[in-house]
């Protein structure tokens, strides 16, 4: 075999072996023809963050100046215009035609606006007030770091991290905005898709499929609708032992650390079921919901476990920022997966 393909060869399996933290950024274009980012987020050997956005998309923490346009007095709330297709939701009582500074809290999601606040950090008041006074309805007063600029600020802090893509048009604006620091890679070699060198097919499978295999043989089945998501876990093969109890902690507790990947990875949030392996020790069950519990905070934006219901269903809860993964199929499968 040739000496280069050799070569080639061992480069790919020893960056598909790395464990550190690892960006993979993507352009591409929906089933609309609207231009979205995409940006994975490769910890270890799975994908536990994806963030899919328009670059002009609102994000929390952006400041707009606003218009009062109309308010409610029985719900005690307003409507501003803030230069989009979309009012937004302002908590209070306000004069229509009043134009303020307006901080997004909440992103839009279906048919629920945005919410915004009249609350300015006190960091941003004096920057904020100075724009304002020459501003037009509609002007952005402060521009919060979004998924792009948290993902480069990231990789350049973490040791050893890198952020890579194929499009030269997001390299340069991540160098623009990190300046030459070395954890920002442009990936050309024509050879070796970034897909192929990140193992992106198996790992987006695994986000992207309703049912997840465990390594013990077990697997979890994820099912999304408009109300809720329903998470079951099935010992499948994994039953081995005489005590089944201690397995069905074992299992619960691999099923655990996988749900919690998943809820990250596809952003899952608000009402989430978990059906796990019912355990009749107390002491079992304990150690799985300390653990869980443990792992729900730990993810990004974290998740709150509620309780256990008498049939021995998790209950938890996650803010929603924005919409499930789920949704963007198609988008990915056209972006990255045909690489």
């Known amino acids: 075999?040739?000496?280069?393909?050799?070569?080639?060869?061992?480069?790919?399996?020893?960056?598909?072996?790395?464990?550190g933290l690892r960006y993979a950024a993507y352009k591409g274009a929906d089933e609309n023809g609207c231009e979205k980012d995409c940006i994975l987020r490769i910890s270890g050997n799975a994908i536990d963050k994806i963030d899919i956005f328009r670059p002009?998309?609102?994000?929390?923490?952006?400041?707009?100046?606003?218009r009062i346009e109309n308010s409610n007095k029985n719900i005690a709330a307003s409507f501003a215009d803030i230069g989009r297709n979309d009012p937004v939701f302002v908590p209070g009582e306000y004069k229509p035609g009043t134009e303020m500074p307006l901080q997004i809290k909440t992103l839009p999601y279906r048919e629920k606006l945005a919410k915004a606040s009249v609350k300015i950090p006190e960091s941003l008041k004096d920057m904020v007030n100075d724009k304002a006074e020459h501003a037009l309805k509609g002007a952005v007063l402060y521009k919060a770091p979004g998924a792009f600029e948290m993902s480069i600020k990231e990789a350049c802090e973490t040791p050893g991290a890198?952020?890579?893509?194929?499009?030269?048009?997001?390299?340069?604006?991540?160098?623009?905005?990190?300046?030459?620091?070395?954890?920002?890679?442009?990936?050309?070699?024509?050879?070796?898709?970034?897909?192929?060198?990140?193992?992106?097919?198996?790992?987006?499978?695994?986000?992207?499929?309703?049912?997840?295999?465990?390594?013990?043989?077990?697997?979890?089945?994820?099912?999304?609708?408009?109300?809720?998501?329903?998470?079951?876990?099935?010992?499948?093969?994994a039953l081995s032992g005489k005590d089944k109890e201690e397995t069905f902690l074992k299992l619960n507790l691999e099923a655990a650390r996988e749900i919690c990947i998943q809820i990250a990875a596809r952003n899952i949030s608000g009402i989430i079921m978990a059906d796990m392996i019912s355990m009749k020790s107390k002491e079992s069950e304990t150690i799985l919901l300390e653990e869980l519990d443990r792992l729900l905070k730990g993810i990004d934006p974290p998740a709150r476990l509620e309780d256990i219901t008498k049939l021995g269903i998790v209950e938890i809860s996650r803010k929603r920022l924005k919409?499930?993964?789920?949704?963007?199929?198609?988008?990915?499968?056209?972006?990255?997966?045909?690489?």
């Open 1 to 19: 075999m040739r000496k280069d393909i050799i070569e080639k060869k061992e480069y790919l399996l020893n960056e598909q072996a790395l464990k």
């Open 56 to 66: 002009a998309d609102l994000e929390c923490g952006d400041i707009y100046l606003g």
């Open 162 to 237: 890198k952020w890579v893509t194929e499009d030269r048009g997001l390299y340069e604006r991540a160098v623009e905005y990190a300046g030459n620091d070395e954890s920002i890679l442009l990936h050309s070699d024509e050879n070796v898709s970034l897909c192929a060198l990140y193992g992106l097919s198996g790992k987006l499978g695994r986000v992207l499929s309703s049912r997840v295999n465990l390594k013990s043989g077990a697997e979890i089945v994820i099912t999304e609708t408009e109300a809720m998501c329903v998470i079951d876990v099935n010992s499948a093969k």
């Open 323 to 339: 919409g499930s993964i789920n949704s963007e199929k198609a988008f990915l499968n056209s972006t990255i997966l045909t690489k």
